[in-house]
């Protein structure tokens, strides 16, 4: 049984940098694809970034050049460092990951960027 398990969120000002993690435990070989996705209140789920065992980097439009996705595959885990942090980056942010197979989901982490 594979479970990923989230942290780094906060709450940060604007112009503030955070890091979360995605550390995948349990019968994990190696994670195939890893995304970050956010939530924000009222609207929907939306992918941030993605990364693959292939070295493969995708971004949404409004973090390039701020959000910055990496994996570590002998941790098996996922990290998104986010800089410039603005008030429109508040959200709840889940990570994936395709592994053996098979979707995986965090539990979800909040940031909230505000003066």
């Known amino acids: 049984q594979v479970q990923l398990v989230e942290s780094g969120g906060g709450l940060v000002q604007p112009g503030g940098s955070l890091r979360l993690s995605c550390a995948a435990s349990g019968s994990v070989f190696s994670i195939i694809v890893g995304r970050w996705y956010r939530q924000a209140p009222g609207k929907q789920r939306e992918l941030v970034a993605v990364?693959?065992?292939?070295?493969?980097?995708n971004y949404v439009d409004s973090v390039k050049g701020r959000f910055t996705i990496s994996m570590d595959n002998a941790k098996n885990t996922v990290y998104l460092q986010m800089n410039s942090l603005q008030p429109e980056d508040t959200a709840v942010y889940y990570c994936?990951?395709?592994?053996?197979?098979?979707?995986?989901w965090g539990q979800g982490t909040q940031v909230t960027v505000s003066s």
């Open positions: 994936y990951a395709f592994i053996t197979s098979r979707d995986y």
């Open positions: 990364i693959t065992n292939t070295g493969h980097l």
